[in-house]
């Protein structure tokens, strides 16, 4: 197509004729050739991160607002995230949008400007973290008191770290891993955090040791240089780290964010180093100190106990005394023990003897017992019934073997049985009168008439 010429006047007279998408392409071609690379300061406005990771936003002053868009790959290497309100000076060159009419600048780079805007991003990024708790004093982890291994995430050029080796082995000589990163400009701030991150994820009895404390340092620099600490991922990857973390960011005037997250706050890598270990020769001297304490204790100890034993030994009485008070008290027990013995034997021989006259006194008293028996026998035998008997008497009993006292119980019994001493007899009985029963044979006697 032939290169159209807008801005010179025609010869003819006469105004050419264009076609939208020809004036669309001169004016591209002219704002793209004169704007190719531009600076552009101004306060971002209307600020929209879409979901494919671009940002689109305007840049505006007093007077005007001019469209903008930051590609993905320009946004991942930020050194800090776009906010409405921050005043920057963006890098890139102006384009247009012939869809629309319009035109845009397309960052390539973009950096805050000016310090009073970047206090006022850290002031509004502190208040928001510690909301969350990142700053909460009960998340902080004590430092170990004598670390074998630590770990530092520096650059690996600068005075830093050197810093660093030479602090630790003059204290305490260790076991120093230097994981090294870039410490400001951009991806500063994702390459710390995986340095952070990367220390973590160490097994602690692998190959290379887990480190038991880390110092993430840097020297001093302006507060665009130590931006990359005040950055959303490091604050997030020292709160999530297992290790105590020592930051030590600038001189010890400069305050980071990381300072407010980190376990223990350094003024200066060289301080993080004394934070990190002890002295040796103090330690030594310590030791030595507290051993000698030790010793002299023992000594205290032992004396006085010796003390108190003398002075209990002052309370005990002379030992052969004492032994010579409770042998005679064993020879008067003894002697005691002999007559009691002797009592007791005699005691038991005299029961022997009178044990031995026993059956005589026995036999005697047997011999009382059964003359006492006969005559009892005696005078049993004298009032038994056979004795009675011997003596003329008879025993009568009725047909009940009821023994009959009187004529009037013999006279009511149907028969009648009379004992006599040699034999008994059973006869018949009649109740009724004298005048009512037969006449007896002359010669025969009353049984009732006698």
Not at 3 to 24: H, K, R, W, Y
């Amino acid at each position: 197509m032939e290169e159209l010429n807008l801005f010179t006047p025609q010869e003819t007279g006469t105004l050419p004729e264009f076609t939208v998408s020809e004036i669309s392409a001169a004016v591209k071609k002219c704002v793209e050739s004169n704007f190719s690379k531009i600076r552009v300061k101004g306060e971002i406005f209307g600020c929209k991160r879409a979901d494919s990771g671009h940002y689109y936003l305007s840049l505006k002053d007093e007077n005007a607002n001019l469209a903008a868009v930051i590609w993905k790959g320009v946004a991942l290497h930020l050194s800090f995230k776009p906010e409405d309100g921050l005043e920057v000076v963006a890098v890139g060159k102006i384009t247009t949008f012939a869809g629309k009419s319009s035109y845009q600048l397309i960052i390539e780079q973009l950096e805050i400007s000016g310090a009073g805007a970047l206090l006022k991003l850290l002031e509004e990024r502190k208040k928001q973290f510690a909301a969350e708790g990142l700053f909460d004093p009960a998340h902080k982890k004590p430092l170990p008191y004598l670390p074998e291994t630590i770990g530092v995430v520096t650059s690996a050029s600068g005075a830093v770290i050197r810093d660093i080796i030479h602090r630790v082995r003059d204290r305490f000589p260790g076991h120093i891993i230097v994981w090294p990163t870039p410490v400001q400009g951009e991806g500063a701030a994702e390459k710390i955090a995986a340095a952070i991150e990367g220390f973590n994820k160490l097994p602690p009895d692998g190959k290379i040791r887990r480190p038991d404390v880390l110092i993430v340092a840097r020297g001093g620099g302006s507060l665009e240089d130590l931006w990359p600490f005040n950055e959303e991922v490091v604050i997030r990857a020292v709160y999530a780290s297992q290790i105590p973390l020592i930051s030590a960011v600038g001189h010890e005037t400069d305050t980071m964010l990381i300072d407010y997250v980190s376990d223990v706050r350094a003024p200066t890598p060289t301080g993080a180093a004394e934070f990190a270990v002890p002295v040796k020769a103090e330690l030594a001297m310590q030791i030595n100190n507290l051993g000698l304490r030790l010793g002299n204790g023992i000594l205290r100890f032992f004396a006085e106990k010796q003390n108190l034993l003398t002075g209990l030994a002052r309370g005990i009485p002379n030992l052969s005394q004492l032994l010579f008070e409770n042998q005679q008290k064993l020879d008067d027990r003894l002697e005691r023990l002999n007559q009691a013995f002797k009592t007791l034997l005699l005691q038991k021989h005299n029961q022997i003897e009178r044990a031995a006259l026993r059956p005589y006194y026995i036999l005697n008293i047997l011999e009382k017992k059964q003359e006492n028996l006969n005559n009892l026998s005696t005078r049993l035998d004298s009032v038994s019934v056979d004795s009675v008997l011997k003596r003329g008497f008879a025993w009568v009993r009725n047909d009940k073997r009821q023994t009959v006292y009187n004529v009037s119980d013999a006279r009511k019994a149907r028969s009648l049985e009379i004992r006599f001493h040699d034999g008994q007899i059973t006869t018949g009985c009649n109740s009724q009168p004298a005048a009512g029963r037969k006449k007896k044979n002359e010669n025969q006697g009353d049984l009732f008439n006698l």
